[in-house]
């Protein structure tokens, strides 16, 4: 039996119909259209589905879209925000951190509550937080350097903050932002 | 993956009533789901009912009692464990144990409960193979692939306990707070993960209608100090080939008062290690002694044809677990 949820997904709320069984990722990748979200390994090894839930990246192929009811979810789609990229994607644009594209939604959502603990991370840091995001192209050289660029971008304050406390959705950023920033958990 | 009822309930209490209530034991409790839904999309289960834990929100979260011991609510995620001022402070091996297990994204879901619910990694058992712990009446692994396999024989399956946090808290002495039909009880890790038998082809002696609600780990002694150790085939996010957790109290920095350590990776259940405390405490402690000691960490092991490389990790593993632990070098 199908059952009903609520989930604001990149600020904007979405009621549904969905069967239980259904996992978060194929919830927004069928139901919501949001395809930026890719499934790669659909056993929580590859990172490739990672999405923001409540603030903190997870991986939607090991959610229950009914789990994520009432919650806020970020995905790829919700980066950018007034027309301009968000600061991650920019990085990883001019630094070449992606060859074929596959891991790049989910390795930057992971980027993103990276350094939304820690705006200044060292490369052994940045190592170890996408650890959880697998690229079979890049050789990882290019996304570490295009972490640490976006860092320094948005320490020195380029774009809008993405940290924005999400719980009501309107922070200063915006719904965009206040949607992958999610309704963090203290 | 079949499709199923799902009903998120608000307590423990509500949680144990549903389980009750469904005679033909088709439902199932869910947490994080980092591994239910791993064993459903393998249909090495197929509930009927999925019982959703997460809103009840009171399992979630650290607390000191008066009495100095700490419980961490069975729905407390590892992310959680990792980032937590008071454990931080109090029980660093518990921090120290989760920063290296799975990844930042599943331990932003996974919690305490489900971890120590996990079942084993045996790649027959998550295969489609008929081994003895699924209902057959052969284990594949024993004559077979058996790398990962437990080097200590105490049960017809030679799978290891695949958590992390598991072998910190037994170091700890830590207790499980369960709630069942006949109420709340409290069972020490060590009895409740368990060797599988012919009657219980199952890792846990939890009972099919009990849910966890919290782990309990008693006051440690003032100077206890605790680390844990995880060795891996890379660097990075992988299962424990071995891993040493160790709680040391030390007086005037050398003599050791009280030690507690346990062994993830080498049987099926963590492995306490009474002998090798009973070696260290009392003593004064140099490297020599703690090599001595560790001797005593694989004594009766009787390794397979492709994991003796386990014997020599475990000692190794638990010599410097007790020098790190003591702030030594190793
Ligand atoms: C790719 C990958 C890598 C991993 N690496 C590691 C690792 O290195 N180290 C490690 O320790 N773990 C590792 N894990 C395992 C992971 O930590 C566990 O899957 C997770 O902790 C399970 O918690 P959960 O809340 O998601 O449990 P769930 O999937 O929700 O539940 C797991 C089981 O526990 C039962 N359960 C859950 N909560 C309770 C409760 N309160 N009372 C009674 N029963 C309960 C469920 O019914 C189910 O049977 C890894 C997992 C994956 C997918
Ligand atoms: S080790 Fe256990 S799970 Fe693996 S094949 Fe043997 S009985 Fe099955
Ligand atoms: S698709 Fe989810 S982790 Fe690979
Ligand atoms: S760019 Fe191809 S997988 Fe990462």
Known sequence: MKQSIRVTVNGEEHTSEVEPRTLLVTYLREQLDLTGTHIGCDTGQCGACTVMLDGQPVKSCMVLAVQADGAQVGTVEGLAANGKYHPIQDAFWEKHGLQCGFCTPGMMIAAVGLLERNPDPSDAEIREQLEGNLCRCTGYQNIVAAVRSAAEAMRAGNAQPVATSGASGAGAAGGVAGGVAGGEEA | ?330
């Open chain 2, 1 to 330: 993956m079949r499709a199923f009822e799902h009903r998120a309930v608000r307590s423990a209490e509500e949680a144990v009533a549903a389980l009750q209530a469904d005679t033909a034991g088709e439902t199932s409790v869910i947490a994080g789901g980092a591994e239910l839904l791993s064993l459903m999309k393998a249909n090495l289960i197929a509930p009927a009912h999925i019982i959703d834990l997460k809103p009840a929100r009171e399992l979630r979260g650290v607390s000191v009692a008066p009495d100095g011991s700490v419980r961490i609510g069975a729905l407390t995620t590892l992310a959680d464990i990792e980032r937590d001022a008071t454990l931080a402070a109090r029980l660093p091996i518990l921090p120290a144990a989760v920063r290296d297990a799975a990844t930042p994204q599943l331990r932003n879901m996974a919690t305490v409960g489900g971890n120590l619910m996990q079942r084993n990694r045996c790649w027959y058992f998550r295969g489609p193979y008929d081994c003895w712990l699924k209902g057959g009446d052969q284990c594949f692994a024993r004559d077979g692939e058996n790398k990962y396999s437990a080097i200590f024989d105490e049960s017809p399956c030679v799978a290891v306990h695949p958590s992390d946090l598991a072998p910190a808290l037994l170091a700890l002495e830590a207790s499980v707070l369960v709630v069942g039909p006949q109420g709340e009880r409290a069972v020490a890790l060590g009895d409740l993960l368990r060797p599988p038998t012919a009657e219980r082809r199952r890792e846990t002696t939890l009972g099919g209608a009990e849910v966890i609600v919290a782990v309990s780990i008693p006051a440690q002694p003032a100077g206890a100090h605790g680390v844990y150790l995880k060795l891996m085939d890379r660097q990075a996010w992988a299962y424990a080939l071995v891993s040493a957790a160790a709680q040391m109290t030390l007086r005037d920095g050398q003599l050791v008062e009280r030690a507690r350590l346990a062994l993830g990776g080498v049987a099926n259940a963590p492995r306490r290690l009474p002998a090798v405390e009973a070696a260290l405490e009392g003593q004064t402690l140099t490297p020599a002694l703690a090599a001595q000691a560790a001797e005593q960490a694989v004594a009766g092991a009787t390794p397979l044809a492709h994991n003796g490389y386990k014997v020599q990790l475990a000692r190794e593993l638990t010599r410097r677990a007790i020098l790190q632990a003591a702030g030594m070098e190793w």
